[in-house]
């Protein structure tokens, strides 16, 4: 049996402990252990999933193959980079970077070097996801709602991702799903945010006209008191109705003069799960053959995406600066 793949992750809060503690349970990966700038909180996740605690990032970095980086945005450039200088595989957690810059100069880096680096878009793991891809040929309008409450305060920081616009922090998922289902050039955006909480957007809203005439609307928000993950896509002989969070979902099909209602088959596993596998099936790839391997969400999916969520924020700010 070929020598397992080594991880660690950088990062344990709200996300990054479950990184850690899924990495445990895939078969071809050793955690080898984990890094936060907090030392408390990182013992108290090494204690509760078993693992070692490492004081600098070189160190963990120097025992690891690749790593998962879950630390706040505005450090992912420069954590990636070094460790990209470092010859390590990189799982980013979204959005890649927080400029296109910063995300360029990253697989610029990791391109010299071979490297793998993917993108913690989750979404694209979801259950109800593997249906739409099957199912979603021809989209002509789709309309995505990405709600949740504000995030609770944090020592010293603030809250988890209000560093960035919602545009970066939530609404990068449904800009990433978009532009995987529809597969056209972006021909116009119009959008418009407000701060509410935050320095900058807690809400907003863009409208994306494609080439090919298909529409997307999104909207995301993170200060609305109750969670909300819907994703509807229009086409021309069916309407997809489908919800992230409990994974459940409903498919109208024209039959005739009559239209028929169904529940979307859906296989239930954990995104997150799929998402981490998919990261170490690609550096097992890539060791095993010398050949990059297709991700299911490359740092080239990562820089698409953010590209248009820089888009949709200059145009919210042309009307609206901060």
Do not use: W
Request: hydrophobic letters at 45%; charged letters at 25%; glycine letters at 6%.
């Amino acid at each position: 049996m070929a020598d397992k793949v080594k991880v660690g992750v950088l990062g344990v809060g709200a996300l990054g402990r479950h990184h850690a503690r899924l990495y445990k349970e895939i078969q071809g990966a050793e955690l080898v252990g984990i890094y936060d700038s907090d030392i408390a909180r990182a013992r108290e996740i090494a204690a509760e999933i078993g693992t070692e605690v490492f004081e600098n990032v070189a160190d963990l970095a120097a025992k690891v193959d690749g790593l998962s980086i879950a630390v706040p945005t505005n450090f992912h450039h420069r954590v990636a980079s070094d460790l990209l200088k470092m010859n390590k595989h990189l799982l980013i957690e979204k959005p890649i970077t927080e400029t296109i810059a910063e995300a360029e100069e990253l697989l610029a880096e990791a391109n010299k070097r071979h490297l793998v680096v993917s993108v913690g878009h989750v979404e694209r793991f979801n259950p109800v996801i593997s249906y739409l891809e099957l199912k979603a040929d021809n989209p002509r309008f789709i309309e995505c709602h990405r709600m949740s409450p504000y995030p609770p305060p944090r020592p010293g920081m603030l809250p988890r991702g209000t560093e960035v616009s919602v545009v970066l922090d939530l609404m990068i998922h449904d800009i990433d799903m978009v532009l995987n289902l529809v597969k056209s050039k972006v021909e116009s955006v119009d959008a418009v945010g407000i701060p509410v909480l935050s320095p900058t957007e807690d809400i907003a809203n863009a409208r994306i006209t494609f080439a090919n005439g298909c529409v997307a609307n999104l909207t995301a928000s993170r200060v609305t008191p109750e969670p909300l993950r819907k994703i509807r896509v229009f086409q021309r002989d069916c309407y997809i109705s489908l919800d992230y969070m409990d994974r459940s979902g409903e498919v109208f099909t024209r039959a005739g003069v009559k239209i028929s209602r169904e529940e979307v088959p859906v296989e239930d596993h954990n995104a997150l799960l799929k998402e981490l596998e998919d990261f170490v099936a690609g550096i097992v790839h890539l060791r095993e053959t010398g050949d990059m391997p297709k991700m299911k969400v490359s740092g080239e999916h990562g820089l698409a995406a953010l590209r248009l969520a820089d888009e949709i924020i200059r145009k919210i700010r042309i009307t609206n600066p901060l």
